[in-house]
T-cell receptor, first 112, second 119 residues
Framework: DAKTTQPPSMDCAEGRAANLPCNHS???????VYWYRQIHSQGPQYIIH???NNETNEMASLIITEDRKSSTLILPHATLRDTAVYYC?????????????FGSGTRLQVQP | GAVVSQHPSWVICKSGTSVKIECRSL??????MFWYRQFPKQSLMLMAT?????????EQGVEKDKFLINHASLTLSTLTVTSAHPEDSSFYIC???????????????FGAGTRLSVL
């Protein structure tokens, strides 16, 4: 799995967009970018993933640069409930027989 | 999305006793489940990979005789912490994937976690 680098912490005002960056300069052509988050004292939650195209779902948008060496997770209208640690994970899409490797993530604090 | 249920959510036990934690995939079959441990202010660390019908694979430094894993069916894996001691107090989390890439692109679904406090 490619190494990822994320800022340790970020703040965002409630109602504003939260943009969480992730660097993955050694990403391989068959590796996907996955984002998970962990709200305090809960298990991680899947948010979104992508290969090369930008993706959007009901939770967030994922913007991947053309060279795929970095990406940004966007929470369009952050709420207090979005306060969590966000993990960017880069890996191939296999049949689920390998565990995820979690780095330190970005601790997002949404301010009222 | 798929649901993984973990039980109990919180357990307090005396030193020397054993504690069993259950992890169930509620709406999909999981041939592989994973057990993680998380200490305060740290990230999740993989303990072991649980394979249905076979022995679990443990990460380096995890005592297999202390952390017993049983994956008897495609929807249930259990982690038993034997002879628990205060240093085993932690947040234990399980996860599972449907294993079908045409279904969910290998998304991992996590239980809510079990907080174990050993007195």
């Amino acid at each position: 799995d490619a190494k990822t680098t994320q800022p340790p912490s970020m703040d965002c005002a409630e109602g504003r967009a939260a943009n969480l960056p992730c660097n993955h300069s050694t990403i391989s052509g068959n590796e996907y970018v996955y984002w998970y988050r962990q709200i305090h004292s809960q298990g991680p939650q899947y948010i979104i993933h992508g290969l090369k195209n930008n993706e959007t779902n009901e939770m967030a948008s994922l913007i991947i640069t053309e060279d795929r060496k970095s990406s940004t997770l966007i929470l369009p209208h952050a709420t207090l409930r979005d306060t969590a640690v966000y993990y960017c994970i880069v890996r191939v899409s296999d049949t689920g027989r390998r565990a995820l490797t979690f780095g330190s993530g970005t601790r997002l604090q949404v301010q009222p | 999305g798929a649901v993984v249920s973990q039980h109990p959510s919180w357990v307090i036990c005396k030193s020397g006793t054993s504690v069993k934690i259950e992890c169930r995939s509620l709406d999909f079959q999981a041939t592989t489940m994973f057990w993680y441990r998380q200490f305060p202010k740290q990230s999740l660390m993989l303990m072991a990979t649980s394979n249905e019908g076979s022995k679990a694979t443990y990460e380096q430094g995890v005592e297999k005789d202390k952390f017993l894993i049983n994956h008897a069916s495609l929807t249930l894996s259990t982690l038993t912490v034997t002879s628990a001691h205060p240093e085993d107090s932690s947040f234990y989390i399980c996860s599972a994937s449907s294993g079908r890439t045409n279904l969910a692109k290998n998304i991992q679904y996590f239980g809510a976690g079990t907080r174990l406090s050993v007195l």
